[in-house]
């Protein structure tokens, strides 16, 4: 039974998940554990509470699998991908932790100075800038640019209005360019 489950494709493996299969569950998870824990560390900074929410995402998979229908090659991680990025937006609303009150975010200079300063630095050190944002900028940042949501679907997703998703991603930007051109 493992040896013919670890040469089946991927419909079928769904197929026996959706059978509680246990082998094929396992083959599943670890096809995809690295690159959702990956997911989750954009979201939520303290590995702990990451891999916490990267298991009730997995869970959630498993729970809800009969619902899912295959639609080709990547349909499976995409669903998988729409179920974490909603565990961790719930692990941040538990929380509370998600948005910056106070005034609205102003405008903030624009000035071409460290227009390459990206060029200097690898990838590791823009995650842990991206990574030191308070929650509510690094989630809003991560759905625009790595989502490619826009603000009316994250202000949806998120309950604010777009404004507050527009502000919040200007504030991030503005963070991140100063972060970049101290680092040069």
Request: aromatic share 10%.
């Amino acid at each position: 039974m493992i040896g013919d489950a670890l040469n089946m494709d991927e419909a079928s493996l769904v197929n026996c998940c959706k059978d509680n299969n246990p082998v094929a569950q396992k083959i599943l998870y670890n096809k995809y554990v690295e690159p959702m824990m990956i997911l989750c560390l954009r979201y939520v900074v303290n590995q702990e509470d990451a891999k916490e929410v990267l298991m009730d995402g997995f869970f959630n998979f498993y729970k809800n699998i009969s619902s899912f229908t295959y639609q080709g090659e990547g349909s499976v991680k995409a669903w998988l991908k729409k179920i974490v990025v909603n565990q961790c937006l719930m692990h941040l609303r538990k929380r509370r932790s998600l948005f910056i009150t106070g005034k609205d975010v102003g405008d903030f200079e624009n000035t071409d100075n460290g227009e390459n300063a990206l060029d200097y630095l690898n990838a590791k050190e823009i995650m842990n800038m991206i990574h030191s944002l308070p929650d509510g900028y690094r989630t809003i940042f991560n759905l625009y640019f790595f989502e490619g949501m826009n603000h009316r679907v994250i202000g949806e997703m998120l309950d604010i209005s777009e404004n507050t998703s527009k502000s919040q991603l200007h504030r991030a930007r503005a963070i991140l360019k100063e972060k970049i051109l101290q680092a040069n």
